[in-house]
């Protein structure tokens, strides 16, 4: 049909109109100036109720509004239909927003859970663990409190890069060390004798610089010159402490003399031990952990808690002034996180 631009035509079904869009449109086309009614039927999504229908027509006038406008006309049949889709949409963002703060809540319930250590005794002294026993206190920090490894952190330490390659480490071996022992069984006879025609040397399970580690797959014997070595680098560090007003710590020593047996069954687990010969079989070399540091009362701090593993710094630059002075060959091994040494003079 066509109307006047001024007259909007209403069909007699549909006479309660309840609102009127405006919307614009991305392109047009010229046609003769002529008004188009057509009628849509529109459906509405009610998760609460049922579908209802809304029946609403579209003038486009081509003629008497610009042409980049439409004007829609909605024409509901119930006002009830229109109450119920606002309803619902406020049910909707409510439900969300209630969702929203429960998933919150649940992460912060879940992190505080997580932050309690549950075999500390003092539940809520995070920073350190005091324990009694027979020698008297002992107090363990939490990892990043601990006052000893805040104050070396706090120094500035020179230290080279201490990666003196493999090949080196097996030429002052050979030079200075003793014929590799074939099988375990074969350095439990003959070691005896090594020792006493001074070719090997024991290491002191009590010395005053060191302790060592469980060692499965190795022997606490040296020769005498990286015995001494070792003794000197356990000096220099614990010089390095009392210059810093630090107590002492012990150097925590992982491996020691190898034999062939030992270093091939060692070479299937550890990738830094290499499968064909190594110069821990002549008894020229020995490993310094540089992630564990034992203090003087000897007691290993729980998980979770410091071993002073900061104590590194200044044990690498007492390796790498020894190092530079030639007595020495160092290189830093990441996996096993320990200091592999050769005796060099």
């Not at 049949?77 to 406020?90: A, G, N, V």
Request: aromatic share 10%; charged share 20%; proline share 4%.
């Amino acid at each position: 049909m066509g109307l006047a631009w001024l007259v909007v035509g209403i069909l007699p079904e549909q006479h309660d109109f309840d609102l009127i869009d405006w919307t614009q449109i991305e392109g047009f086309e010229n046609i003769l100036p002529v008004w188009v009614d057509v009628m849509v039927s529109v459906f509405v999504m009610n998760k609460l109720r049922q579908l209802h229908k809304i029946g609403h027509f579209k003038r486009r006038p081509q003629g008497g509004f610009p042409g980049f406008f439409y004007l829609y006309i909605h024409v509901c049949k119930s006002t009830h239909s229109f109450y119920i889709m606002r309803r619902s949409t406020r049910l909707s963002l409510f439900f969300f927003v209630i969702g929203f703060c429960s998933c919150l809540m649940l992460i912060s319930i879940v992190r505080s859970i997580d932050s309690i250590d549950w075999q500390t005794p003092a539940l809520f002294n995070h920073k350190a663990l005091t324990c009694k026993d027979s020698s008297g206190e002992v107090t363990f920090y939490r990892v990043g409190e601990c006052p000893d490894c805040k104050a070396i952190s706090h120094e500035h330490w020179k230290i080279g890069r201490l990666k003196d390659n493999i090949e080196s480490h097996l030429e002052s071996a050979r030079r200075m060390g003793i014929q590799p022992f074939a099988s375990n069984a074969e350095l439990e006879a003959k070691v005896g004798d090594m020792v006493l025609w001074g070719k090997l040397k024991e290491l002191d399970p009590k010395a005053k610089t060191y302790r060592l580690k469980n060692l499965t797959h190795s022997y606490p014997y040296l020769v005498p010159k990286a015995v001494a070595l070792l003794n000197e680098i356990g000096e220099r560090f614990q010089a390095r402490l009392a210059a810093s007003n630090l107590p002492p710590y012990y150097l925590m020593i992982s491996s020691v003399l190898r034999t062939l047996e030992s270093q091939q069954g060692l070479g299937m687990r550890n990738s830094n031990a290499t499968h064909k010969i190594s110069s821990h079989v002549y008894g020229t070399s020995f490993d310094i952990s540089y992630k564990e540091f034992l203090p003087l009362h000897e007691k290993r701090a729980p998980e979770g808690y410091c071993r002073h593993d900061m104590m590194r710094h200044p044990l690498a630059e007492v390796l790498t002034e020894m190092s530079d002075e030639g007595k020495c060959k160092v290189v830093r091994e990441l996996k096993q996180a320990c200091f592999h040494i050769t005796v060099n003079q």
